[in-house]
């Protein structure tokens, strides 16, 4: 089964984003050295703060929501 920051990973390559641009579209909520952390479990998803979240959501144009539901299933 794969961990959430491996589906991040794949949702990021699907947008076609390298880990700088997805840090510059979440507008400083985070670094890219926290996006590549996130994505190789060295950081947890489950520990993300909402703010992480929804930095995650403004950069790959996505509802919350739907943000959530792709990463945990």
Do not use: C
């Not at 700088?20 to 579209?25: M, N």
């Not at 996006?35 to 993300?48: D, Q, R």
Request: glycine share 8%.
């Amino acid at each position: 089964m794969e961990h959430p920051g491996e589906r991040l990973k794949q949702l990021r390559a699907e947008k076609g984003l390298t880990v700088r641009e997805v840090s510059q579209r979440a507008e400083g909520v985070f670094t890219g050295s926290y996006v590549s952390n996130l994505e190789t479990g060295i950081s947890s998803w489950n520990k993300a703060s909402l703010d992480v979240v929804k930095g995650y959501a403004r950069a790959f144009d996505m509802s919350v929501e739907d943000l959530i539901a792709f990463v945990e299933n």
